[in-house]
Nanobody, 125 residues
Framework: QLQLVESGGGLVQAGGSLRLSCEAS????????MGWFRRAPGKEREFVAA????????DYADDVKGRFTISRDIAKSTVYLQMNGLKADDTAVYYC??????????????????WGQGTQVAVSS
């Protein structure tokens, strides 16, 4: 079992930056692919970024590519999402998730076994 706790959300002006963290507790963190998803008000949950357990596969949603960077620190059992050039459209609750399936396709939310409680990101224009 893996428990995930996100932090780092907040209110920022457009063009600003935030770094989200997701700390995992439990076994085998290094064996999980880790992803970030978000849900904006009135919208469906959507994929943001993910990194495979081996770190040889990293994927980003088109609208964050070049602005967001996902990384992980195995020693700290933590995955990060560095968000630069934030836009009002990035306003959402951000969730981290862990996938043990080994699937190469990282965008499928159904593959993720464990989810955090979410952290709010608000971008003012």
């Amino acid at each position: 079992q893996l428990q995930l706790v996100e932090s780092g959300g907040g209110l920022v002006q457009a063009g600003g930056s935030l770094r989200l963290s997701c700390e995992a507790s439990g076994r085998l963190f290094s064996s999980y692919a880790m992803g970030w998803f978000r849900r904006a008000p009135g919208k469906e949950r959507e994929f943001v970024a993910a990194i495979s357990w081996s770190e040889d596969n990293i994927d980003y949603a088109d609208d964050v590519k070049g602005r967001f960077t996902i990384s992980r620190d195995i020693a700290k059992s933590t995955v990060y999402l560095q968000m630069n050039g934030l836009k009002a459209d990035d306003t959402a609750v951000y969730y981290c998730a862990a996938d043990y399936s080994g699937s190469y396709y990282l965008r499928e939310a159904a593959n993720y076994d464990h989810w955090g409680q979410g952290t709010q990101v608000a971008v003012s224009s």
